[in-house]
């Protein structure tokens, strides 16, 4: 059984940085996509960021720049390091594990961004 656990959202200003990060349980973690999400009140959820095991990254074109994802496979750990960020970022911030088997998602965290 997997879990994610998001954590790191808050309030910030606008040019200030957060980190999240997204602790997973079980044994599929070195294999798995994993990805950081994002949905803003009445709007779709959205990718953010993915890595792979390899460590590929990809980033969606709003957020290139200024944010970056990372893992740690010995501790099943993902991190979002935020920077510059903008009230455009304000959104519920979800983690997610893509396996060959199926999609697994946090509960998600909350980022605002504002003065």
């Known amino acids: 059984q997997v879990q994610l656990v998001e954590s790191g959202g808050g309030l910030v200003q606008p040019g200030g940085s957060l980190r999240l990060s997204c602790a997973a349980s079980g044994s599929i973690f070195g294999i798995a996509i994993m990805g950081w999400y994002r949905q803003a009140p009445g709007k779709q959820r959205e990718l953010v960021a993915t890595?792979?095991?390899?460590?590929?990254?990809n980033y969606a074109d709003s957020v290139k720049g200024r944010f970056i994802i990372s893992r740690d496979n010995a501790k099943n750990m993902v991190y979002l390091q935020m920077n510059s960020l903008k009230p455009d970022d304000t959104a519920v911030y979800f983690c997610?594990?893509?396996?060959?088997?199926?999609?697994?998602w946090g509960q998600g965290t909350q980022v605002t961004v504002s003065s």
């Open positions: 997610k594990l893509a396996s060959p088997w199926r999609d697994y």
């Open positions: 890595i792979t095991s390899g460590l590929y990254t």
